[in-house]
C-alpha cells in the first residue's frame, strides 16, 4: 500500500482546507481503514480522525469533532479530510495511515494509536494564520 497526502497550505483562521489521501497498491482499497493524523512543530504525533472500509464508522478527535469531516471514495481510491472553522492551533504537518490487519478497530482508544497502522504517507503541511 503506497499513500499520498495532499492538498496542504495557507489558510486563516476560520476558513477552510480539503486534504486528500491517494492510495495504491496491490491490495483493495476497499478493504482497509484510513486515518488522519498530524504533528504540531515541536508536537508529538496526535489522531485526528479514521474512516472504516467502506465509510459507514468514523472516529474523531475531541479536538476536531464537529469542524473536521471524513469521507472515501472507493471508486477513486482516496479518502478526503474536509477541514472547516480552522484555528491557529490547527497548524501541523497531516498523515495519512491505514491500516490493514483488522475489519475494524475494537474501540477508540485502538483507533488513536499510531502502532495500530501499518502504512504511512508523506506528510502535507497545514498553516493557520490567526
Known amino acids: 500500500v503506497q499513500l499520498q497526502a495532499s492538498g496542504g497550505g495557507l489558510v486563516q483562521a476560520g476558513g477552510s482546507l480539503r486534504l486528500s489521501c491517494a492510495a495504491s497498491g496491490r491490495r483493495a482499497f476497499s478493504s482497509y481503514a484510513i486515518g488522519w493524523f498530524r504533528q504540531a512543530p515541536g508536537g508529538e504525533l496526535e489522531f485526528v480522525a479514521v474512516?472504516?472500509?467502506?465509510?459507514?464508522?468514523?472516529y474523531y478527535a475531541a479536538s476536531v469533532k464537529g469542524r473536521f469531516t471524513i469521507s472515501r471514495d472507493n471508486a477513486k481510491n482516496t479518502v478526503s479530510l474536509q477541514m472547516n472553522s480552522l484555528k491557529p492551533e490547527d497548524t501541523a504537518v497531516y498523515y495519512c495511515a491505514a491500516e490493514t490487519n483488522y475489519l475494524w478497530f475494537t474501540n477508540q482508544d485502538q483507533a488513536m494509536m499510531r502502532d495500530e497502522y501499518d502504512y504511512w504517507g508523506q506528510g502535507t503541511l497545514v498553516t493557520v494564520s490567526s
Open positions: 474512516i472504516n472500509w467502506s465509510g459507514g464508522s468514523t
